[in-house]
Structures are given as structure tokens and as C-alpha cells.
């Protein structure tokens, strides 16, 4: 079955370290999404890709880059870790159209101390 | 871009219906109005979607305003592994704001009582 999958689920991190957290797809989607989940914020968008060599900023991408090279693929990368960035992410993939399902992966938590 | 509202918790018991509301007065033609579910400690999933006729599918239903300008999520007896966070959400061509119309708000949380 296709499935999408984030990894590691938790990380714990120095403040100023670079971290990569990664997302793996088997849905054969083009579009691709990352989102931070905090408490009182809900779901927040950081950054997408809607296919190879794209890449899009979202509501919150200070300190966070993607780069797409494949299809299944599309890590986050934090350039300099900081504790504001201690929450948990979300990858999430579609097939652009509006009339079907997105699928989430499970999370990954990051603590940044 | 289109928003929804819904209201910020309910409360039902378990094995009995729910109705969750979601109110989308800009709603375009174009617009699928989206439902997700998030578990606790888990990603987002998808529940259901329409876009003018009444949906049912395994896990809920959807009941659409003739004007959709507003929806109703029904779970029809709901159990403990329901209580989530419930999000209504339009996708549509000109969602706007990139990534798909994929535009979450706080959603409902849904508390069932045993």
C-alpha cells in the first residue's frame, strides 16, 4: 500500500545545530507539504513543492528550506536551530486536485534546547 | 480566500449521533468543502468531501446547505475513538494562499463522553 513517512518521529536538538527531518512518499504525488503544529496555533504552513526543483515558501518559513529532487522526497531542513522551533511537523502529500484526499505522515517532534 | 467557522469544542456521549457544524459564507462554485480529523498524537486525516449533494462514505456523512453556505459533519454513533479535533476546509481552484487550498483553521474539538 502507498503510505507516507516522516522520520525520526522525535529529535532532540542543540540550538544553533542544522537538523533535517525527512518525508518520504510512495503516492506518487507532485505536491508536497510541510506544516508546524503549536499549541493555539493549529496547523501552519512552512513550505511546499508542487513537483521536482519546486519549492514554495509558506505562512512560516524564517529559518526552514526545502529543496525538492525527486518525487518521493522532500526534506525540511532547519539552518540553525532554535527553540522556537520546538514543535511538532507534518508532512503531508496531494495530487493537486481539489476533489480528492491529502495524506499526513505521523509527525515528527522536535525539541530544540 | 474562502474561510470557514466552527465552533471551538462539542461535546457528545458515546453511541449517539453528531453533528458538527462548519459555516463557509464565501464559499466559491468552484469550492469542495474538505473534512479532516486529527487524532491525538497523530497527522491530520481525511474524512469526507463534497461539493453540492450529500456524501456518505464509511466513517461519516455530509449533509451541504442548498445555498452551501453551510455544512454539517454526521457521525452516526459515536464512539471514544472519535474524539478528535474536526477540521472543515474548502479547496477550490482559487483557494488562494498556494499549497492546495490545504488551509487549516483551529477546527472543533470533539469530546465524547462514555
Known amino acids: 500500500d502507498a503510505e507516507i513517512t516522516q522520520s525520526p518521529r522525535h529529535k532532540i536538538t542543540e540550538t544553533g545545530r542544522q537538523v533535517t527531518l525527512a518525508c518520504h512518499q510512495t503516492?506518487?504525488?507532485?505536491?508536497m507539504f510541510w506544516y508546524r503544529q503549536d499549541l493555539g496555533h493549529g496547523l501552519r504552513l512552512i513550505h511546499y513543492?508542487?513537483?521536482?526543483?519546486?519549492?514554495n515558501k509558506g505562512e512560516v518559513s524564517d529559518g526552514y528550506s526545502v529543496s525538492r529532487s525527486n518525487t518521493e522526497d522532500l526534506p525540511l531542513t532547519l539552518e540553525s536551530a532554535a527553540s522556537s522551533q520546538t514543535s511538532v511537523y507534518f508532512c503531508?502529500?496531494?495530487?493537486?486536485?481539489?476533489?480528492?484526499?491529502?495524506?499526513f505522515g505521523q509527525g515528527t517532534r522536535l525539541t530544540v534546547v | 480566500d474562502a474561510k470557514t467557522t466552527q465552533p471551538n469544542s462539542m461535546e457528545s456521549n458515546e453511541e449517539e449521533p453528531v453533528h458538527l457544524p462548519c459555516n463557509h459564507s464565501?464559499?466559491?462554485?468552484?469550492?469542495?468543502i474538505h473534512w479532516y480529523r486529527q487524532l491525538p498524537s497523530q497527522g491530520p486525516e481525511y474524512v469526507i468531501h463534497?461539493?453540492?449533494s450529500n456524501v456518505n462514505n464509511r466513517m461519516a456523512s455530509l449533509a451541504i446547505a442548498e445555498d452551501r453556505k453551510s455544512s454539517t459533519l454526521i457521525l452516526h454513533r459515536a464512539t471514544l475513538r472519535d474524539a478528535a479535533v474536526y477540521y472543515c476546509i474548502l479547496r477550490g481552484p482559487y483557494s488562494g494562499g498556494g499549497a492546495d487550498g490545504l488551509t487549516f483553521g483551529k477546527g472543533t474539538h470533539l469530546i465524547i463522553q462514555p
Open positions: 513543492s508542487y513537483g521536482v526543483q519546486d519549492t
Open positions: 503516492w506518487n504525488h507532485n505536491n
Open positions: 463534497g461539493l453540492t
Open positions: 464565501t464559499i466559491s462554485g468552484t469550492d469542495y
Open positions: 503531508a502529500s496531494s495530487d493537486g486536485r481539489v476533489n480528492t484526499e491529502a495524506f
